[in-house]
């Protein structure tokens, strides 16, 4: 099956700690980005990616670092300088006017 | 800079014509998405126009004008799953973001 897949779903951590999201697709995308979601929020920006080995940050870099060392790849860290890191986590993927999401990361720091 | 304006909440009858406007004014602009995300979950495709006018796909149509920013979702023959927040996103600029407005809370009441 041709996809985006995040994981994991659910995602538990103790404040101070780093964690990293995954991101896979295997749709021969070019393009992916991160985005964050608060309850009844937009999405917003976080990172982004059009080639391998490069990304530009968003509107909310700001305690994350991604890395793109393969087209298929894009994860998410979420480190502990990030002040309120609970949150819904998208990764979506891009190519000309194909856009798909993954089913998302919900990550909650105790 | 760049905004994108969409009303928080809307709600019609089951079976009526719904309308949700998206509004942008964007340094960039190579074309608009729509998704519909349920609650909990990660958004779904719904479109994607490039050119002005009407692009229609069953019970969904998206419209278009670049010169006016201007976007908007039809849905006809509303049903009781149409219930969803709607996400207008506008693709572009010398880096290709893609930047979400914060969406529409659409309620369908019987």
Redesign the interface.
Known sequence: DGGITQSPKYLFRKEGQNVTLSCEQNLNHD?M?W?RQDPG?????IY?S?IVNDF?K??IAEGYSVSREKKESFPLTVTSAQKNPTAFY?C?S?LD????????TRLTVV | GQNIDQPTEMTATEGAIVQINCTYQTSGFNGLFWYQQHAGEAPTFLSYNVLDGLEEKGRFSSFLSRSKGYSYLLLKELQMKDSASYLCAVYGGATNKLIFGTGTLLAVQP
């Not at chain 1, 929020?41 to 920006?45: F, S, T, V």
């Open positions: 393009a980005y985005y929020q937009g999405l917003r920006l982004y059009q530009q968003g509107d998208l979506a891009i006017t194909e856009a798909f999401f993954g089913q998302g």
